[in-house]
């Protein structure tokens, strides 16, 4: 018996070292680093091990030639792949290795292409510090009648964009891999003018990232995307509210707090501590930070941040309305709909119905619990694939039962339903219908 026990102790050694040591070997690929790292003394263009990917807090976690493991932004960093294309890939960087550059001009364009009618991607800010990635052949640029001195130069700003800047309003310099800068009598940096980076994240509310997706979509499900899901720092009372809600599959309980506001300290690189508040932000893009808030648990929870260019309350309203236009032009359609198999149909304006002889649908769409009255609703959104086949989703709140939601499409002479109970939601939205659904036909009668 004790042989056999120590048999089974040893076979269980082996396989966790077994597995730890293959979860450790185990890599995402080879990134060509394209912004220096100081504090690990890592310049451009050299290749680094990848090791995972957060999508979470959008960083890569690389091997740093000490042996340690860091989170390195995902921008800074070239898509993982081989360590042979991953060299192949480095050598494209190689002549403007340590090549950086300094905006001498406040809202200087970074356009798409080295031309200078061609689309503008990113705006500079006079004091940003950009890298140069590579020269290029493009049209000359004229000041009157007079060709500006000057190249077409491909860059990378800190927020991940890449675009073409002409060189005539940027001041070059070299940069090591410990920071160090030469090549240049006099560089305008951010440190110079201010901190403005955490000043770009004052007075400005900045909302949890899964609403991007609906934004984006345009198809925002109104009862998870709320303006009072926030964080903000505000200057001019002096305040700081954080208001998340509850997120299961990130596992980050909801929050509502608020302080006095005092002050900052830059603890690292693009990473900031607030006076006396248990926050932490870390600076990705403009349009993205990432808050962490330590608790009276002393458990940390990360929260993904976005900025929106237009007024989220603005945003809402436009789609309520719109949501509002859809259904009343269904109730315009009937607003009593038969069906022969199915039953009769009956809505209001005002956002009611009543549903009679559905005996056919019980329990497997409606629940037998359900009453014939209750509210229905636009609530939630479909995804590209379906929008040339539907017109939207209903969702039908029976008085005694849960939700029951239709994929829909209005007629010219009637209103067509399929049953959405297995299909596939995400983020408010229906991306994928039911591989065996229901098809209800209602013909109007008015």
Not at 11 to 17: A, E, N
Not at 84 to 90: Q, T
Not at 373 to 394: A, M, N
Request: with cysteine; aromatic share 10%; glycine share 8%.
């Amino acid at each position: 018996m004790k042989k056999l026990f120590s048999k089974i102790v040893i076979l269980f050694s082996l396989t966790l070292v077994s597995s730890l040591f293959f979860s450790c070997r185990r890599m995402e690929g080879y990134s060509v680093v394209l912004w220096n790292i100081p504090e690990y003394q890592i310049q451009d263009c050299e290749v680094v091990p990848v090791y995972a990917l957060s999508n979470i807090s959008h960083v890569y976690i690389i091997g740093a030639p000490n042996g340690e493991k860091l989170e390195v932004p995902l921008w800074q960093l070239t898509q993982p792949e081989s360590k042979s294309k991953a060299i192949k890939k480095a050598e494209q960087y190689k002549e403007y290795v340590g090549k950086y550059a300094s905006v001498k001009l406040d809202g200087l364009p970074c356009r798409a292409e080295p031309a200078n009618l061609s689309k503008q991607v990113y705006r500079l800010r006079k004091g940003e510090t950009i890298k140069i990635l590579a020269k290029g052949e493009g049209d000359t640029v004229m000041a009157g009648k007079e060709a500006l001195e000057g190249d077409w130069l491909k860059v990378l700003t800190k927020n991940g964009t890449e675009g073409w800047c002409f060189s005539h309003n940027l001041i070059l310099f070299d940069m090591d891999a410990a920071g160090v800068q030469s090549g240049a009598s006099e560089v305008l940096t951010e440190e110079n003018l201010g901190d403005s980076t955490f000043e770009g994240i004052f007075d400005k509310p900045w909302y949890p990232e899964k609403f991007q997706a609906m934004i984006a979509e345009k198809n925002i499900d109104t009862t998870i995307v709320k303006a009072e899901f926030n964080f903000t720092i505000d200057s001019e009372k002096g305040t700081v509210s954080l208001n998340m809600p509850e997120n299961k599959e990130a596992k980050l309980k909801a929050v509502k707090k608020s302080w006095d506001y005092s002050g900052y300290e830059k603890v690292g690189r693009n990473q900031y501590e607030l006076t006396d508040i248990p926050i932490t932000i870390t600076y990705r893009k403009d349009d993205f930070i990432v808050v962490r808030y330590t608790g009276s648990s002393g458990k940390p929870q990360d929260f993904s941040l976005i900025a929106t260019e237009e007024d989220l309350t603005d945003i809402i309203k436009e789609e309520k309305r719109r949501r509002s236009d859809l259904y009343s032009k269904i109730v315009s359609r009937g607003p009593n709909y038969v069906s022969s198999s199915y039953g009769n149909l009956n809505l209001t304006l005002n956002g009611n119905f009543n549903w009679t002889n559905y005996e056919l649908l019980v329990p497997n769409v409606i629940p037998s619990s359900a009453k014939a009255g209750g509210s229905v609703l636009l609530k939630y959104g479909i995804g590209e694939k379906l929008k040339s086949q539907y017109d939207g989703v209903l969702t039908f709140k029976f008085d005694g039962a849960s939700e029951v939601n239709f994929l829909y499409k209005t007629e010219s002479d009637g209103l067509r339903l399929e049953n959405a109970t297995n299909a596939k939601f995400e983020e408010g939205m229906i991306l994928e219908r039911s591989s065996s659904s229901l098809v209800i036909y209602f013909k109007a009668n008015k």
